[in-house]
């Protein structure tokens, strides 16, 4: 029988996974289907629930479900704990199995796609929400010279950042003024409202990459990059097939060339 993926989250029509994973799928030879499911936003785990039940064996999980996820899985990957919430369930017969895979994805993207690595580096990451969180564990891996967690309020980027140990400073953005990066990753929600952090002129280095998680138009701070002189400005394209290649690997044991479906949905 065909093995049955999915993603669930509320709204979820607008995803690209099942386009990604057909393509991971069609590319290795796997045996399995892949379908959007809307979850009540009262209704997660039963969602959940019935899939399973119905033979599925694994789900991609986004908004608003992640931290719902990371209380359903019985067992959690060290990233997954690290990162305080799943965005990948896996399910066998010893029971389910939660992982985060987007900081991996964020890593790959940029040290293998844009060919920036991150050994030594100086970068600053925005936002301390989720996003933020899911991907600070896989950065601080890359032994940077400096992580800079900048938010508005500073205090909620101080309890994140205490959360990682040594090797990551939290800042407000009027502090950053003065210093220079590399990497600049907004993980804010900013480019959702058509808006730009408060970032000081003079952030970045000659040579340094902008990086905003989200995709699909140029945003507010790609476009302040590109005015700053930034040497590349990428959106978070890359990251989102990255991330669902780690899930795959995850779920099917075979990791699917990424390259040619990022320049495929770059087409579309």
Known sequence: MTDRYAVVGNPVAHSKSPNIHAEFARQTG????????????????????????EGG??????????????????????????????????????????????????VRDLTTNL?????????LLMGAGGAARGVIGPLLNEQPQTLVLANRTVDKAQLLANLFGQGIMASSYEALYGQRFDLVINATSASLQGELPPLPE????????????????????MKWAKLQGAAK?????????EQAAESFFLWRAVRPDTRTVIHMLRAA
């Open 30 to 53: 796997q045996d399995m289907a892949y379908e959007r499911l809307l979850a009540p936003l009262d209704g997660f785990a039963e969602t959940v629930d019935r899939f399973r039940t």
């Open 202 to 221: 003079g952030l970045l280095n000659p040579d340094a990459l902008a990086y905003d998680m989200m995709y699909g138009a140029e945003t507010p701070f």
């Open 233 to 241: 400005v990428s959106d978070g394209l890359g990251m989102l097939v």
């Open 57 to 106: 064996k694994g789900l991609n999980v986004t908004v608003p479900f992640k931290e719902q996820a990371f209380a359903y899985a019985g067992n959690k990957t060290a990233r997954a704990q690290a990162a305080g919430a799943i965005n990948t369930l896996k399910f066998d017969e010893t029971g389910v199995l939660g992982d985060n895979t987007d900081g991996a994805g964020l």
């Open 115 to 123: 060919q920036l690595p991150l050994n030594g580096k100086r970068i």
